[in-house]
């Protein structure tokens, strides 16, 4: 079961970019779904998450700005970014919490995928 994370690049202020994490494996369903981020010698941050009755949070950051969204048949999450500032220049993390076919529930976090922005 592995989470691949991709999207990620170099994009001008103001501008946007839609970050997607694909889940595989025996899954047999997918509770919440989240992004994080993180940046040099500072900790991991949740910037959205959505569960899998749709429901969302943001953190206060990027509240207007970004939009979290899935796919439960492709088992995919989505992050669709507008109005970039500098300071979210991060590595993006996606992150599962699993049902797996044998009954066992897991978490999982993807690879993580760059995002710079420039000024």
């Known amino acids: 079961v592995q989470l691949q994370a991709s999207g990620g690049g170099l994009v001008q202020t103001g501008g946007s970019r839609r970050l997607s994490c694909v889940a595989s494996?025996?899954?047999?369903?997918?509770?919440?779904m989240s992004w994080h981020r993180q940046t040099p010698g500072r900790q991991r941050e949740l910037v959205a998450e959505?569960?899998?009755?749709?429901?969302?949070q943001y953190a206060d950051p990027v509240k207007g700005r970004f939009t979290i969204s899935r796919d439960k048949a492709k088992n995919t999450v989505y992050l669709q970014m507008n109005s970039l500032k500098v300071e979210d220049t991060a590595i993006y993390y996606c992150?599962?919490?699993?049902?797996?076919?044998?009954?066992?529930?897991?978490?999982?976090w993807g690879q993580g995928t760059q995002v710079t922005v420039s000024s």
């Open positions: 959505i569960t899998n009755t749709g429901s969302t």
């Open positions: 992150h599962a919490n699993l049902l797996l076919g044998v009954g066992e529930r897991i978490v999982r």
């Open positions: 494996g025996s899954i047999v369903s997918i509770d919440t």
